[in-house]
């Protein structure tokens, strides 16, 4: 998730029931920042961080070294 909105695999927010009594920024709304960052790190944070990264949510990334490796060997295109 991010700021209490939850993504998928691709980074598009996914329609929760409680969606709209989240009180803070939409998923839109933080994608028109110019610089999202996100701090994150770990294998079982490996998914999560590709797709804020894929569906561009995030676009400054501070991470541990493991996860920028995997990061890459999954990198799509």
């Known amino acids: 998730d991010a700021l209490g909105r939850f993504f998928d695999k691709d980074g ?4 929760t029931p409680f969606r709209d009594r989240v009180i ?5 709304e933080l994608c028109a ?3 999202r960052l996100l701090v994150a ?3 079982h944070k490996y998914k999560a ?4 990264l894929t569906g561009k949510i995030a676009n400054i ?8 490796e995997w990061l890459i060997k999954n990198a799509k295109g």
Do not use: C, F, K, Y
Not at 12 to 15: A, G, K, P, S
Not at 49 to 52: C, T, V
Not at 61 to 68: H, K, N, Q, W
């Open 12 to 15: 598009r927010e996914i329609m």
């Open 49 to 52: 961080i590709h797709a804020a």
């Open 61 to 68: 990334l501070v991470t541990d070294i493991r996860t920028a």
């Open 33 to 35: 920042i110019p610089n």
């Open 41 to 43: 790190g770990g294998s």
């Open 24 to 28: 803070g920024l939409s998923i839109d």
